[in-house]
């Protein structure tokens, strides 16, 4: 079991940047794959980036590509997603997700544990 607690989001206006955290606990953590996902009001969850168990492969979005990146501590328990050049369309609730498994994936149904998600808000 994974347990997921994401911090760092806010306000922020267009062109800026925020650096979100998950931390996690319980067993596994160094040997799963972890991404982050986003939910805007009245749209689905999104797949944003995704970084394989030892962090040396990454995926991300064509929509964040270039701006946002994944990184992963395993020594820290920890995964970040530093979002640079913030757009409005950008705001949204962000969530960090684990999935028993060593390789990334972009869909959420493969992804085991979730965490609460936080809330970024861009304004333009």
């Known amino acids: 079991q994974v347990q997921l607690v994401e911090s760092g989001g806010g306000l922020v206006q267009a062109g800026g940047s925020l650096r979100l955290s998950c931390a996690a606990s319980?067993?596994?953590?160094?040997?799963?794959?972890m991404g982050w996902f986003r939910q805007a009001p009245g749209k689905e969850r999104e797949f944003v980036a995704t970084?394989?168990?030892?962090?040396?492969?990454?995926d991300y979005a064509d929509s964040v590509k270039g701006r946002f990146t994944i990184a992963k501590d395993n020594a820290k328990n920890a995964v970040y997603l530093q979002m640079n050049s913030l757009k409005a369309p950008d705001t949204a609730v962000y969530y960090c997700?684990?999935?028993?498994?060593?390789?990334?994936?972009?869909?959420?149904?493969?992804?085991?544990?979730w965490g609460q998600g936080t809330q970024d808000t861009v304004s333009s």
């Open positions: 970084i394989q168990s030892t962090g040396r492969s990454t």
């Open positions: 997700a684990a999935r028993r498994s060593t390789w990334p994936a972009r869909s959420a149904i493969n992804y085991d544990f």
């Open positions: 319980g067993s596994g953590f160094s040997s799963a794959a």
